[in-house]
């Protein structure tokens, strides 16, 4: 049942579909007749921005709406698998545009999660904000204790609500979609609200991301690859973080980068060997660097370093993944198609019965148009989609690690090529993908496996004779089991046998004797009866004794 304060929010969203003609957004022939009477009864609704172009009204629309659909906005603007090229560039526009709330709002949370007035935890704070975002806003201040300059992420107040009423209101659309709307199989319209409602609400914990920061920071520690801002455990809670401030370049601000004589190729090259060190390495990577949660130190410019904040969402990839993944990738550079299709089969991303010939003519019709143009040409991230895409024709299943990566080497990919066009992808990682397979297989990798698993074989070793006892005597048991339940069948089938001779029997001296009864032939018709009756008796007994 939905509430008034839905309905409002209902009206408000009817509201900006009308007033930036969203609607248009759905073919002619799909647009429900329901939709114009609807359009009659708001008829004060007068429509805006007749002259921005679809996407850019689309964007403008979410923005209107307000924080969460913003996030959703960047969220699809990730999502080039679903949205032409035009929507996702638009929807990009959306990072950090967001206006600040109150600074005094902002204290009155800090106050709350803390359970102490400010002053006794910072030496001076700015309420005036320093950044914003969707889901919240950053100050500046310096630690009561010993001075240290920080920023204090803060949760904006009463999001949660607004979320949960909004996510709420989001998932009965999207059913109304999924049951209306003749492509919402290809647009899967509550799978996408399913995948925001988790991302989102992962994001309001900032215990959590301040658990993916503390890992990150770990694994790149006197990295030259990335830097990762400290994060003060003793100030955490779920509505407000502390961490270390930094200084560094936008860096989406190229001409600072220039300015300051920064090696534009060897920053753009370690950004994509952080990131696959990240996803082969660690098998933790962050999958939120978009332009305003990366920076380059202003430090050694011709050894330029990244910085990368905002750990609120984060990737992971079991073993099995990664290996594929691996492969697939090193079969893309050397052209392996049939090799890419039956890596898809072998890790279950598409289902076992899939023609593995029929699925490798796919991808070879999607990716040697591709190939004809200089390696330093082809968007990596693309040919990426492109085999998604291609792969799901196939009934591939949605594998969330492999969508959070797609959409942060999109993000390391525009970046690389924005900070120097030159840059050859390919180039660039394949090198570090055949070191890391050949690591897999070394002798070293074996000995550090060995090395790692030992302490449990040994623990485990004094258990073995027994184990080893068990197994024998429960397999012997299982083995006189099956023999008495194999001789049991036997004697059965037997007993049926002549259930089934006897039966038979009778019924057929029961319909000679039936038929000489009626050819007036009573002699033969006893002659016939008695017997039937006899053989069924045995019949009978023979049942009742089993």
Not at 372 to 397: C, D, G, H, W
Request: net charge neutral; glycine share 4%.
């Amino acid at each position: 049942m939905i509430k008034f304060k839905e309905l409002s929010r209902l009206y408000q969203i009817n509201k900006t579909v009308l007033e930036y003609g969203l609607i248009e957004l759905l073919p002619k022939e799909q647009i429900p007749f329901t939709y114009r009477l609807i359009r009659l009864c708001f008829f004060w609704i007068r429509r805006t921005h007749k002259n921005s172009s679809l996407p850019e009204r689309l964007r403008l629309g979410l923005q209107s709406l307000g924080p969460i659909y913003i996030k959703l906005g960047q969220m699809l603007s990730t999502r080039r698998d679903l949205l032409p090229p035009v929507y996702a560039d638009q929807l990009a526009h959306l990072q950090d545009n967001v206006p600040p709330f109150c600074g005094q709002q902002a204290i009155t949370v800090i106050e709350h999660a803390f359970g102490k007035p400010i002053e006794q935890i910072f030496a001076n704070f700015d309420a005036n904000a320093l950044a914003s975002a969707s889901i919240a806003q950053v100050h500046t201040a310096t630690l009561l204790k010993d001075d240290r300059e920080v920023v204090i992420k803060v949760i904006r107040p009463d999001i949660k609500k607004t979320i949960q009423a909004d996510l709420q209101l989001m998932r009965w659309i999207a059913q109304l979609m999924e049951r209306f709307l003749k492509d919402a199989e290809r647009l899967r319209p509550v799978e996408v609200v399913h995948e925001y409602e988790k991302t989102i609400i992962d994001e309001l914990d900032l215990m959590r991301e301040g658990a993916n920061a503390i890992q990150l920071r770990r694994n790149f520690l006197d990295s030259k690859l990335l830097y990762v801002p400290e994060i003060y455990p003793d100030y955490c809670t779920k509505n407000a973080l502390v961490m270390e401030r930094i200084y560094g370049i936008p860096v989406s601000d190229i001409e600072a980068l220039k300015a300051q004589g920064t090696d534009l190729k060897l920053l753009a090259e370690r950004g994509v060997e952080a990131f696959f060190t990240q996803v082969f390495r660690d098998s933790f990577f962050h999958a939120d660097m978009h332009p305003g949660n990366v920076f380059v130190s202003y430090e050694h410019p011709e050894d330029p370093l990244w910085i990368g904040i905002d750990c609120g969402i984060v990737g992971t990839l079991n073993k099995e993944d990664k290996r594929y993944l691996a492969e697939n990738f090193l079969a893309f550079f050397n052209r392996d198609y049939r090799q890419v299709a039956q890596l898809h089969v072998d890790s279950g991303w598409v289902p076992p019965d899939t023609p593995v010939e029929e699925f490798e003519f796919a991808i070879r019709a999607v990716c040697e148009p591709i190939f004809e143009k200089p390696l330093s040409e082809i968007s990596f991230a693309q040919v990426l989609i492109n085999l998604f895409n291609t792969a799901r024709r196939y009934n591939m299943k949605v594998q969330p690690q492999l969508v959070l990566l797609q959409k942060t080497l999109l993000y390391i990919e525009g970046l690389g090529r924005q900070l120097y066009p030159q840059l050859d992808l390919w180039d660039t990682a394949k090198p570090f993908l055949e070191n890391w397979m050949k690591e897999q297989v070394s002798p070293k990798k074996l000995l550090n496996t060995l090395k790692q698993k030992a302490p449990f074989w040994l623990e485990k070793l004094p258990e073995l004779p027994e184990l080893i006892y068990y197994n024998l005597s429960q397999a012997k048991s299982q083995q006189k089991q099956l023999t008495l339940l194999t001789e049991s069948i036997n004697k059965q089938q037997q007993k049926n046998s002549k259930n089934h001779f006897y039966l038979g029997l009778s019924v057929t001296l029961t319909l000679i004797s039936a038929l000489a009864y009626l050819l007036s032939d009573k002699e033969l018709a006893l002659y016939c009866a008695v017997p039937g009756f006899f053989a069924w008796l045995v019949t009978w007994h023979h049942s009742n004794k089993e």
